[in-house]
């Protein structure tokens, strides 16, 4: 591996000093400035030198396309300068004055008499020693953080040089500034930098956002190439106070930004709050066909709603069905069928999925879930399938949804036994559920495929939705504001959905099994569900999916053969991608002895 | 205006005899009266009350966005039977403006102040308490004030703020004034500051002069039209090993002058090479006019502050007085002991600084109400010219 630092095109770039020097004099004018300094710091000059800090690499622990995260050893002994300009307070008693209340003030007749001076100050033969923390990504921009206080030590050279002890006062004070400005400040405007370099579709994507928030606009698969950073942030933002797994929610947020449109964010972001808010109003969703409009041989068993997409909501959705008297959301029942299914299977939950043939599936299933539901479980299932199941119950869960459409009757009064309603759910499901709803609702499975849209982790729940027939043309909502999942529009691919968990679950039960014993050890369950979503999040091979467009079910088929392969073989690079970037982790984490830096732990 | 508590303090003083402008501290008064006047910024109101003529409280509260407020009592041994209230007031008690300075009256031998009861003596130091409680600022001051003997005088003020360094500072200081020449020596805990005032005046020594022609003073006083004066301070901060010093002379006509009472002071620091020349003429009965010039050797800035006074009083004065701000009186027959302050209503402040910042400040009493009005005007700024605009109403009774 090799990096490669380019020091001279950074100042090579005649509007960066321009920039920078605005930076800094805003950063140095901000914090309230001592009384002896009358007038706004201005940086004059600024000059960054020839010499490069050297870097030395101690830590890689995230790599990809879209993000890093490491940490660095700096010494920098360049010759870069800085110049500033302000005017000091001469009169050492007019500053003590200034400061003094009026009432207890000696009042001195002329002894206080101001006298500004203008002051020039240059700053060179900087030393700076340090650990750096890097962390980039594509979405968020460029964090960079001092460990420890990387000054050394620094030339103060000003007017005032003739005069010892102004010219050690300002040394003094100066340096104080500077670690300052060097712990606090510097991270802020580098990240307002970054902001400014990769982030050009943050602005544009707010602005989409507020244009296309129509409900009503068929926009919902037109924007896939839109960041939707904005409305996502936001959701981020509400989902903090959801507990446990509120970092791993952020962390994800990167992936997930760059692929989901904002339109269909916001969207989705309606549709959940209505959902838990009692609200009657369900925005609609093109091409795609709510749950609760379908027809009642449509309307089914929730457990085949494949709302939960991450494995790992399991747990919360248990304990939701825990208090399992009482009819719980369509999303909650979905993702009990996920435990139910996972339980059931064992915490391996690879065998199963992998003989998941359609007829015999269902029904074991379908028993298994309503047990489930009757005895309010709240086994120790969920728990234990925590990691490795995560996946899988995704895959289960399609089949779930697949076999609905054969038994209607039983779904259907499984349904009405299950009465959706809106449940308060606590906090942590909150975002679960959120979570499920991104899934559930993007469309953006349809082979039509004009969507880049697509999320990763959304086309996992593809083969479910599948079946359910189009309703392009969106009813009046109907009174079940719950029943928010919805189904893309392509029907009768019954094959693919199977198939596609068939060729699924393999990878994605590799990838549990690779990563849970990793996580396991740092992280509770809400942790640790982050680490399988954001595995199966990162599996670049899902994208290409959106774009194969057949609506026949021929098409379908070869497009999911296609589509087998391209996975098989995103998901071996990306295997080896991570197992290189854990062996990294692994090394360093044996070299250093000792748990990693706080920084490092993901969801921490 | 004149707060209640200052009036109070200053009805003190005379009521103790001490001589508040026999003080270098005090040299430039009139400039600053007439130059540097506070304009008053939102609403503020003051309800003060002397309960007894030892006792004295007093309300504020201001509005300016937030509301706040103090509290303030004041105690002194001395009854205070020359504090009047709002309704009676004298407006020249009530309101700085041009110091009319009296002749250095000879200060009490410290026998005078002696009281003898029965073979004991009785007699006491007058004392002043004062303490404020600023309440949303929870800050406090208090004053404490003594005569020591009828040459000295103990001042101490302390303000707490728990935002202040160490919670608050105190200033001592030790006030001597012996007529011809004053002192005064001051501590404050703040930087551990010490500094050392003084003031001279030239000529006449009250000390020496007045037992001879105790008998036909009148006639020795009028020989003296104007008094000079030179002062100095130096401070020296301990803490912050910093100080500072100033050196400066006033001249100012007495009341026994036939022309135009003037003040002209001139200050000089010679560390920072700072000059300031002022320059206050009385151009008649009602109006003071008055200009500051600053200017500092070393870095050649420079501020030029011009101010008026105007006193407007009732029946045919009143009209004259509006016709012309800047009319200039004919000195002939002017004098200044003679006049009745009774029929004044009001006093317009003006000054403008070089920067086109206007001051505007009026000062005058409507039934049994003092008010002062006045706004702060930047004429550069044209989209905002009014910078702060404000009222203040104080009631005494």
Same mark, same amino acid.
């Given at each position: 591996m090799a990096f490669n630092f380019n020091w001279s095109p950074l100042t090579a770039d005649p509007e960066f000093y321009s920039r920078a020097r605005d930076l800094l004099t805003a950063a140095l004018n901000k914090s309230p400035k001592p009384p002896i300094i009358v007038a706004d710091i201005l940086v004059t000059e600024l000059n960054l030198g020839t010499t490069p800090p050297d870097l030395e690499i101690l830590e890689i622990g995230d790599l990809a396309d879209d993000r890093f995260r490491g940490i660095f050893k700096m010494e920098y002994s360049g010759d870069a300068f800085l110049t500033l300009q302000t005017k000091v307070q001469a009169n050492p008693l007019n500053t003590y004055l200034s400061t003094a209340?009026?009432?207890?003030?000696?009042?001195p007749l002329a002894a206080s008499a101001p006298l500004t001076i203008p002051l020039q100050i240059t700053l060179s033969n900087f030393r700076l020693s340090g650990f750096v923390i890097l962390v980039f990504s594509k979405a968020k921009g460029v964090t960079l953080v001092f @460990?420890? +206080?990387?000054?050394e030590s620094l030339v103060v050279s000003s007017t005032f040089d003739s005069i010892p002890f102004i010219k050690d006062y300002l040394q003094k004070e100066i340096e104080k500034q500077l670690r300052n400005l060097f712990q606090e400040e510097l991270p802020a405007i580098i990240h307002r930098l970054s902001l400014r370099w990769w982030g050009q579709d943050y602005d544009s994507a707010s602005s989409n956002t507020l244009r296309s928030s129509l409900p009503q606009n068929p926009t919902l698969n037109s924007g896939?190439?839109?960041?939707a950073k904005s409305s996502f942030e936001n959701l981020g933002e509400q989902a903090e106070g959801g507990g446990t797994s509120q970092q791993t929610f952020s962390f994800n947020n990167d992936l997930e930004s760059d692929t989901l449109s904002s339109k269909s964010l916001l969207r989705l972001a309606t549709l959940t709050d209505s959902q838990r808010t009692l609200s009657l109003f369900t925005p609609s969703i093109r091409e795609a066909i709510y749950r609760a409009w379908a027809t009642t041989s449509e309307r089914s068993d929730p457990t085949s709603t494949p709302s939960s997409t991450n494995g790992t909501h399991s747990s919360t959705t248990y304990s939701m069905d825990g208090s399992g008297a009482r009819p719980g959301l369509v999303a909650m029942a979905s993702s009990l069928s996920i435990s139910s299914s996972s339980g059931g299977l064992g915490p391996n939950g690879r065998p199963v999925t992998r003989s998941s043939a359609l007829g015999k599936k269902k029904k074991t299933r379908v028993v298994n879930l309503r047990r489930k539901k009757d005895t309010s479980t709240s086994d120790g299932d969920t728990s234990s399938i925590a990691g490795s199941s995560a996946p899988e119950s995704i895959t289960s869960s399609m089949e779930v949804g697949y076999e609905d459409k054969e038994h209607v009757e039983a779904n259907e009064a499984r349904a009405s036994t299950i009465i959706p309603e809106i449940n308060i759910p606590p906090p942590s499901l909150a975002i679960n559920d959120r979570r499920g709803d991104y899934v559930d609702v993007s469309p953006l499975r349809s082979p039509t495929g004009r969507d880049g849209f697509l999320a990763n982790r959304t086309v996992h729940h593809a083969g479910s939705d599948t079946k359910i027939p189009p309703t392009p043309s969106t009813p009046s909502p109907p009174q079940q504001t719950t029943q928010h999942i919805i189904y893309p529009s392509e029907k009768g691919m019954p094959f693919h959905s199977s198939e596609y968990s068939r060729e699924n679950s393999a990878p994605t039960s590799l990838f549990s099994g690779q990563y849970s014993p990793q996580y396991q050890p740092q992280q509770l369950s809400p942790g640790h569900h982050s680490s399988a979503s954001s595995v199966s999040m990162e599996n670049p091979f899902l994208e290409s999916r959106g774009r194969t467009g057949s609506s026949s079910s021929i098409a379908e088929k070869a497009w999911m053969m296609k589509m087998a392969g391209e996975m098989a073989r995103r998901w071996g690079e990306e295997r080896l991608r991570r197992e290189k970037a854990e062996e990294l982790l692994d090394e360093q984490r044996r070299r250093d002895g000792s748990s990693p830096p706080p920084a490092y732990q993901r969801s921490q | 205006m004149l707060g209640f508590m200052d009036y109070v303090q200053k009805s003190f003083y005379r009521a103790t005899k001490? +001589?508040? +402008?026999?003080s270098y501290a005090n040299l430039n008064a009139t400039a600053r009266a007439l130059l540097d006047f506070q304009t008053p910024k939102g609403l503020k109101m003051n309800i003060s009350s002397l309960s007894s003529p030892n006792f004295a409280t007093s309300y504020s509260m201001a509005s300016l966005g937030v509301v706040d407020g103090s509290v303030s009592y004041l105690y002194s041994s @001395?009854?205070?039977?020359n504090v009047r209230n709002s309704g009676e007031v004298e407006l020249k008690d009530a309101i700085f403006g041009y110091r009319d300075l009296k002749e250095i009256a000879k200060p009490d031998a410290s026998k005078d102040w002696e009281i003898w009861q029965g073979g004991i003596r009785v007699d006491r130091r007058d004392t002043l308490l004062y303490g404020r409680m600023y309440l949303p600022a929870s800050t406090l001051e208090a004053l404490y004030l003594r005569r020591l003997a009828p040459t000295r005088q103990l001042k101490i003020s302390a303000v707490s703020n728990s935002r202040l360094p160490n919670g608050g500072t105190i200033l001592a200081l030790l006030q001597q004034d012996n007529g011809k020449y004053s002192s005064e020596y001051l501590y404050s805990t703040d930087v551990a500051l010490i500094g050392i005032r003084g003031l001279y005046n030239f000529g006449f020594d009250p000390r020496k002069a007045l037992p001879h022609n105790s008998g036909n003073g009148s006639a020795d006083s009028r020989k003296i039209a104007g008094r000079f004066s030179a002062g100095a301070e130096v401070y020296y901060g301990i803490l912050n090993k910093s100080g500072g010093v100033s050196t400066g002379f006033r001249y100012t006509t007495l009341p026994s002058n036939t022309g135009s009472p003037l003040t002209m002071t001139l200050t000089i620091n010679p560390i920072i090479g700072h000059f300031q020349a002022a320059y206050a003429v009385k151009a008649g009965k009602g109006a003071v006019l008055c200009s500051r010039y600053d200017f500092n050797i070393y870095s050649y800035e420079s501020d030029l502050v011009l101010g008026c006074e105007i006193w407007r009083r009732k029946q045919q004065q009143a009209t004259r007085t509006e016709t012309g701000t800047e009319e200039v009186w004919q000195p002939d027959g002017f004098t200044t002991g003679g006049e009745k302050e009774e029929d004044v209503t009001g006093v317009l402040k003006a000054r403008i600084t070089q920067n086109f910042n206007i001051g505007l400040l009026w000062e005058g009493r409507f039934k049994q109400l003092l008010f002062s009005i006045g706004s702060n005007i930047d004429l550069k700024r044209r989209d905002q010219p009014f910078r702060t605009v404000g009222i203040e109403i104080q009631y005494n009774s």
């Open positions: 209340p009026s009432f207890t003030s000696p009042q @460990r420890n +206080d990387p000054l896939p190439s839109l960041s | 001490w +001589d508040e +402008d026999n @001395r009854a205070l039977g």
